[in-house]
Nanobody, 124 residues
């Protein structure tokens, strides 16, 4: 079993940056693909980014491509989401999730474990 704890959310002005972290428990972290999802009030959860077990492959939603970067440090059991050039429409609760698949999915239903989420608010 994997437990995930997100941190790093907060309030930032448009154009600013934040780095989210997701710390995982368990010795099998390096065997999981990891993803970041977000959910804004009144909207469905959406895919943001994913990274495979080694960090060699990354995937992004079109809405964040070029602004967000996902990375991982398997020695620290942590995955990161660096968010630059933030926009008010990036405001949401951000969740990290773990996926046993070789290629991490863009669909939340495919993920096995979820964190509790961290709030990101971008003011205009």
């Amino acid at each position: 079993q994997v437990q995930l704890v997100e941190s790093g959310g907060g309030l930032v002005q448009a154009g600013g940056s934040l780095r989210l972290s997701c710390a995982a428990s368990g010795r099998t972290f390096s065997s999981y693909g990891m993803g970041w999802f977000r959910q804004a009030p009144g909207k469905e959860r959406e895919f943001v980014a994913a990274i495979n077990w080694s960090g060699g492959r990354t995937y992004y939603a079109d809405s964040v491509k070029g602004r967000f970067t996902i990375s991982r440090d398997n020695a620290k059991n942590t995955v990161y989401l660096q968010m630059n050039s933030l926009k008010p429409e990036d405001t949401a609760v951000y969740y990290c999730a773990a996926d046993r698949s070789v290629i991490p999915s863009r669909y939340g239903i495919d993920y096995d474990y979820w964190g509790q989420g961290t709030q990101v608010t971008v003011s205009s």
